[in-house]
């Protein structure tokens, strides 16, 4: 069974640093892109940082020099490093990627770790 995995989440105080990671697992050919997303309570979805195979990053503007993510090809692990947390940045994140599963590629998604910054 394929499947993301989270951890890393928590509660912080406004400055604050928190590492999330996240881990595939199951009978997975290639992965190809990986990101972070996040949702807050009464808002849509929205992508926080990607990184592809290749190591080409994307970051939201509001994180962008505060947020680094990162992957482990071999292993096929990615993480988000959360430096100078703030109240903005609280919300559930999502692990996603889009994985080579048979013979097809397909979007799948982590279940989610809650991040909350508050003092």
């Known amino acids: 069974q394929v499947q993301l995995v989270e951890s890393g989440g928590g509660l912080v105080q406004p400055g604050g640093s928190l590492r999330l990671s996240c881990a595939a697992s199951?009978?997975?050919?290639?992965?190809?892109?990986m990101g972070w997303y996040r949702q807050a309570p009464g808002k849509q979805r929205e992508l926080v940082a990607s990184?592809?195979?290749?190591?080409?990053?994307n970051y939201k503007d509001s994180v962008k020099g505060r947020f680094t993510i990162s992957r482990d090809n071999a292993k096929k692990t990615m993480s988000l490093q959360m430096n100078s947390l703030n109240a903005e940045d609280t919300a559930v994140y999502y692990c996603?990627?889009?994985?080579?599963?048979?013979?097809?590629?397909?979007?799948?998604w982590g279940q989610g770790t809650q991040v909350s910054v508050s003092s």
């Open positions: 990184v592809t195979g290749g190591g080409s990053t």
């Open positions: 199951g009978t997975i050919s290639s992965v190809n892109v």
């Open positions: 996603n990627a889009r994985l080579w599963v048979g013979r097809d590629w397909v979007n799948y």
